[in-house]
């Protein structure tokens, strides 16, 4: 029987372990996750850049704005919306909450 | 979902040259070294004005017009270091500096942009790479490329092209399709620009700017050619950045006109790592890539000795 396609909220990693003002890499299963820590709570989106294929969480993170290492495109994590050529299309965000302390992730 | 690539940093990284902590201290930004920076950059702009006003009528407005110039190219540095985001840490103002420098230079910076992210992916990869600068096939290719003749052929023909509404081959597979009205836009502002400019200079009579900007910059761009030659001319073509690219240890003087980006190997693993961390991220990485110690002129004597034996680079081990 095909497993309907439902999400669920997954433990991803302590608060307490993230890189504080920073963003975090987690592995999911087969996903690849950048976890950011903002002055406005915690954000993830998907690892990779979707412009060149880069790991976003080698790169410069600022407020709520995640720079990728190779061109420098840039994200908010918040709605991920590109901010910055040539990152052009939106990247994949998704919904987030920490409960006791371990950061969720709507997957 | 993109597929994901292995990039020099990614690599510096799994290779152990560079520590997560190091990469995120090298990459902090600020707004006040640049600050700090363009303030001399403008004391010594004024000086070299004031001194082709001195000597104006004189055999000598000729020399100085040349060290005026010697700054004014070096807008490209201070342009490519805006192109990367690493100037300050507030981001329009990269945007706002880099479109300055672009218009004292004739460089559109959306443009610049888009080739240079390309160049970053395909550093030295003949077919691939939009900034590649060939490697001379006689002597007299590499004296022509260093008059910049080639180079201002290529950027006029460039901007009329804009201007009109088009774009080569090569520019449609770099530059997205939904950014190519930005791109003529650009090239369409800047050439009205130039016309305000030279229209302004008709109407006062005041011819002014020829001198202290169009004859210095075109005096001048042969210096630009002669860097820009040392970055990656005579590397070998290949994929390794520990290899296709020259870091050259130059004076103090050189380093403050090219923003640091002699520490050009370092520059290319780490793009992300502003101008005034890159002499921190030289001593780290000094090891794994390919370093001239003997300035500007050590990379020509470079190429040259490979011009005249028609012998293949060396490789980062056997560094100079």
């Not at chain 2, 363009?38 to 004189?58: E, H, N, R, V």
Request: proline share 5%; aromatic share 12%; glycine share 6%.
């Amino acid at each position: 029987m095909i497993k309907p396609n439902v999400k669920e909220w997954q433990d991803v990693i302590p608060a307490a372990e993230l890189e504080q003002k920073w963003v975090t890499r987690v592995q999911i299963g087969r996903r690849l996750l950048a976890i950011y820590d903002t002055p406005t709570g915690v954000y993830a989106s998907l690892a990779l850049c979707n412009h060149g294929g880069a790991d976003l969480t080698d790169g410069y993170f600022d407020g709520h704005v995640i720079e990728c290492p190779l061109h420098q495109g840039a994200f908010d994590v918040r709605d991920g919306k590109a901010v910055c050529s040539p990152a052009i299309r939106q990247m994949q965000t998704f919904d987030t909450r920490v409960v006791g302390g371990i950061v969720q992730v709507l997957i | 979902m993109a597929e994901a690539i292995v990039t020099p940093l990614t690599q510096a990284l799994a290779e152990g040259k560079l520590t997560r902590d190091e990469l995120k201290s090298f990459m902090l930004r600020s707004n006040m070294p640049a600050l700090r920076r363009l303030l001399i950059w403008i004391a010594l702009l004024a000086a070299t004005t004031y001194l082709i006003t001195l000597t104006k009528g004189l055999w000598l407005v000729w020399p100085a017009m040349f060290i005026h110039g010697v700054i004014l190219v070096h807008h490209f540095s201070l342009q490519h270091e805006c192109v990367h985001y690493t100037v300050f840490r507030t981001r329009w103002l990269n945007d706002l500096v880099g479109n300055i420098c672009g218009f004292i230079i004739m460089l559109p910076n959306r443009h610049f942009r888009y080739e240079h992210c390309d160049h970053h992916t395909y550093t030295q990869l003949r077919g691939h790479d939009p900034e590649l600068v060939p490697m001379p096939k006689s002597w007299a290719g590499y004296l022509f490329y260093l008059t910049a003749i080639p180079y201002w052929k290529t950027k006029f023909n460039e901007l009329f092209r804009h201007v009109k509404g088009q774009l080569s081959e090569e520019e449609i597979r770099f530059i997205p399709k939904s950014e190519h009205r930005t791109i003529f836009w650009e090239a369409r502002i800047m050439a009205g620009g130039y016309l305000a400019v030279i229209l302004a200079m008709v109407v006062t009579g005041w011819w002014g700017l020829v001198w202290y900007w169009f004859l210095p910059l075109i005096l001048s761009e042969p210096v630009m050619r002669f860097i820009r030659m040392t970055e990656h001319v005579g590397r070998p073509q290949v994929k390794q950045m520990s290899d296709n690219t020259r870091t050259n240890l130059v004076s103090l003087p050189w380093r403050f006109l090219c923003w640091n980006m002699n520490y050009h190997a370092e520059h290319h693993y780490v793009s992300s790592v502003p101008f005034h961390a890159l002499p921190r991220l030289h001593k780290k990485l000094k090891d794994h890539i390919y370093i001239n110690k003997s300035g500007y002129m050590g990379a020509h004597v470079d190429i040259m000795r490979q011009l005249s034996t028609k012998t293949e680079p060396a490789f980062a081990k056997n560094k100079s």
